[in-house]
């Protein structure tokens, strides 16, 4: 799957009270709209993993998000 990265992005994951809370600047969010096109084109089961070890900000939780039938 072609992961594309808009120069500048800045993505953070975070929980919150329980909820899921994802902080991203206007390329990272771009970014992300991009991936999620990219992952809704694969097969069942694709996922795209994200963590402070490959693209977001340090501190942030790990974030999974795989596609389904």
């Known amino acids: 799957m ?3 990265w808009v120069d500048g992005f800045t993505i ?7 909820n899921v809370v ?3 600047n206007k390329e990272g969010l ?3 709209a991009s991936q999620l096109k990219a ?3 694969e097969d069942a089961w694709c996922h795209c993993h994200y ?3 490959n693209s977001l900000e340090d501190g942030s939780c ?3 998000i ?3 039938e």
């Open 39 to 41: 992952l809704a084109d």
């Open 2 to 4: 072609n992961m594309n």
């Open 51 to 53: 963590d402070e070890y």
């Open 22 to 24: 994802i902080s991203a």
């Open 66 to 68: 795989e596609k389904i």
């Open 12 to 18: 953070k994951v975070r929980v919150e009270s329980g």
């Open 62 to 64: 790990e974030l999974i």
């Open 30 to 32: 771009l970014s992300l």
